[in-house]
Structures are given as structure tokens and as C-alpha cells.
């Protein structure tokens, strides 16, 4: 594990696959990893606890067939100090879902992409403000806010 601040770019947002929705893609472990779809990768292989948030907060860096290259931000690097053995976890997964050994590093250094963990919030905010407009553009609940001068609590609003 070594610090690192930036040795090659992510790649970039657009090209997150179909991969990335739940429910996506087959799941073919090699096919996500040769498109650089780090969060389609974590989602296929139905990661869980430590492992699985230490996946989502790394920024996919590289994959050259036998090593896959993570960069993990100083302000998550508790995820990899907390548990040194989550890394291997990793390695094993990916070993049983591609077939061959795969080894992974994650460097701590700046993100300078996006995580797994920050386009799901991202699209977390978003299905929020689409729920909340939605309700202040129903015609009953904008009846009940003129008739008993009541207000939309946002922070109560769950997306669907």
C-alpha cells in the first residue's frame, strides 16, 4: 500500500455501463473490469461490511489483467487501516468471479474522479429533489400548503 497522489486518470463518468444499475448486466466480472465499471464490479460481486465500503469509497485508477489499481482518499483511509485483511477479501472474490488470480493495490491519495460511493449519493440527492418537486407540483398537497398555510418538510421526503 503506498501513497500515491494521481499517477494515471480515471476513467471517465460517461462511461459507466449498464452494469452500474442494479439489476444491469449478467455480471460478467472480466467484460466489467476491461471496461473500467469499478461500480458495476462491486455490485456483480455483491460485496458486503467492511470490504464492500472500502470498494465504494476507492476510485478505480487501473486494470492491466493482474492487478487492479485503486486510489483510496486520505479522509477514507481508516477503511483500509481498520481492516488490512479486507484487501485480500477483495482479491479473493475477484480471483473466484474472473477466474485467475487478480491482485489489488489501493493507493491513498487524492480522488481525482468519482467514487462508487459518490455517484450513489449523487444519485441519492437527485431521486430526492425529483420526489420533492413532485409533491410541491401535486395539485392536493400544494391545496393543503395555501389552505392551512403549511410547509414541506424536505428532509421528510423519501424517494420511491
Same mark, same amino acid.
Given at each position: ?63 492491466? !489483467? #493482474?492487478?487492479?489499481?485503486? =486510489?483510496?482518499?486520505?479522509?477514507? $483511509? ?6 488490512? *485483511? /479486507?484487501? @485480500? ?23 481525482? !474522479? #468519482?467514487?462508487?460511493?459518490? =455517484?450513489?449519493?449523487?444519485?441519492? $440527492? ?6 420533492? *418537486? /413532485?409533491? @410541491? ?24
Amino acid at each position: 500500500m503506498e501513497a500515491e497522489a494521481g499517477a494515471q486518470s480515471p476513467r471517465p463518468a460517461s462511461a459507466v455501463s449498464a452494469a452500474s444499475a442494479p439489476g444491469g448486466a449478467s455480471g460478467d466480472m472480466p467484460a466489467l473490469l476491461a471496461m473500467g465499471d469499478w461500480r458495476g464490479a462491486i455490485r456483480a460481486l455483491e460485496l458486503g461490511g467492511l470490504v464492500r465500503e472500502l470498494a465504494q469509497h476507492c476510485e478505480w485508477v487501473d486494470f492491466n !489483467g #493482474e492487478e487492479l489499481r485503486l =486510489r483510496l482518499s486520505s479522509a477514507h $483511509r481508516h477503511l483500509l487501516d481498520m481492516n488490512r *485483511a /479486507a484487501v @485480500e477479501r477483495l482479491e479473493d472474490m475477484l480471483g473466484s468471479a474472473t477466474g485467475r488470480a487478480t491482485r489489488v493495490r489501493i493507493d491513498v491519495g487524492d480522488i481525482a !474522479g #468519482e467514487t462508487p460511493a459518490q =455517484r450513489d449519493e449523487i444519485e441519492r $440527492r437527485a431521486r430526492h429533489a425529483e420526489a420533492v *418537486a /413532485a409533491l @410541491e407540483a401535486d395539485p392536493f398537497v400544494r391545496e393543503l400548503i395555501e389552505r392551512f398555510d403549511a410547509t414541506l418538510v424536505e428532509s421528510s421526503v423519501k424517494p420511491l
